[in-house]
């Protein structure tokens, strides 16, 4: 409602066109490979099979261990759906979740900083003028030009002690590792970048969900690509029709062509993690401020101390580092 009364609706709906790609990309990976690789391994075991065969499948059920571990299409089919089930949950929550505003705990708190600065500087000023160590009356000797003065004075002298920041678009102050996001048009703790892909900032709140999401991708793709090779193979040396062998090779291609994508900006971003360097740090031009930790303590950070969490999609409950 907000953006259609604005008359965005148009604007809105295309933020979301990048992530609506996406999904019909894993979309149109999972229907091919159900349809030309999946089925065809399951009709050929259980429905294509004569009737006897089919019994003794049955009465094999009861020696699960070998029935299971022999079956390589039940564990294929099994372990596709776990992974996929897992991205799937994975990816909703890494979109609807927030990166993390600044706490108004420690924005109430600077504010006091301030106040108390612009008091001092009150003080010192009716002393000089009365003679007088106290005054009783600042409303009377102060204007409102000189308390604007005074604010922007103890701003400037706070970013200077503390290195806080300004932010001037939300015109308030933002902790060190903050940014302010221009299509989201709000500040963000340890922002990482906006990704157009999943329409959500990449943050402190949910940048381990991110790198959970890109682990699933990659496992999905590289899965996918593994056992849809055989059926790459087979399809190049028979004679199928022509529309099924350019669907069959541009699935696979393109797959491949994603999973090499996948494996560098995951590892970019493990890198990341150790080195305690976000994306937007990165790519700034100005020297960046060393955080010296280990790289056991930079991967605490981001997925807990907790390690049965971290490869879930469950977000840590750590507290985050404002100054």
Request: glycine letters at 2%.
């Amino acid at each position: 409602m907000k953006y259609y009364k604005q008359g965005q609706l148009l604007c809105y709906i295309g933020t979301w066109m990048p992530f609506v790609i996406l999904v019909l990309i894993f979309v149109f990976f999972y229907g091919v490979y159900i349809q030309t690789y999946l089925l065809p391994r399951i009709r050929q075991e259980y429905i294509e099979r004569p009737v006897v065969e089919i019994n003794t499948y049955l009465i094999q059920l009861v020696h699960i261990n070998d029935y299971v571990f022999s079956n390589s299409t039940v564990v294929i089919t099994i372990l596709l759906h776990t992974i996929l089930v897992l991205f799937i949950i994975t990816l909703i929550r890494v979109v609807i979740t927030l990166p993390g505003r600044v706490p108004k705990e420690w924005l109430n708190k600077i504010e006091g900083e301030i106040n108390k600065m612009i008091e001092n500087e009150e003080n010192m000023i009716n002393f000089h003028k009365k003679g007088s160590q106290t005054s009783t009356s600042f409303s009377s000797e102060i204007d409102d030009e000189q308390r604007l003065q005074f604010n922007t004075k103890a701003k400037l002298e706070l970013i200077d002690k503390s290195g806080h920041r300004f932010c001037k678009n939300c015109q308030t102050f933002k902790p060190k590792r903050s940014h302010h996001c221009r299509q989201c048009k709000t500040c963000w703790l340890k922002m990482d970048h906006h990704c157009q892909w999943l329409n959500n900032c990449i943050g402190y709140n949910n940048y381990k969900l991110f790198i959970n999401l890109l682990f699933y991708s990659w496992l999905l793709i590289s899965f996918i690509m593994i056992t849809y090779s055989r059926c790459y193979y087979d399809t190049l040396n028979s004679f199928q029709s022509d529309s099924k062998l350019f669907l069959v090779s541009f699935t696979f291609l393109y797959c491949c062509f994603l999973w090499i994508l996948l494996t560098a900006f995951t590892l970019f971003h493990l890198w990341a993690i150790k080195s305690n360097i976000t994306t937007l740090e990165y790519c700034e031009n100005k020297p960046r401020q060393p955080f010296q930790k280990s790289a056991l303590e930079n991967f605490i950070e981001v997925f807990g101390i907790n390690p049965l969490i971290w490869f879930l999609p469950i977000q840590p409950n750590t507290k985050p580092i404002l100054d």
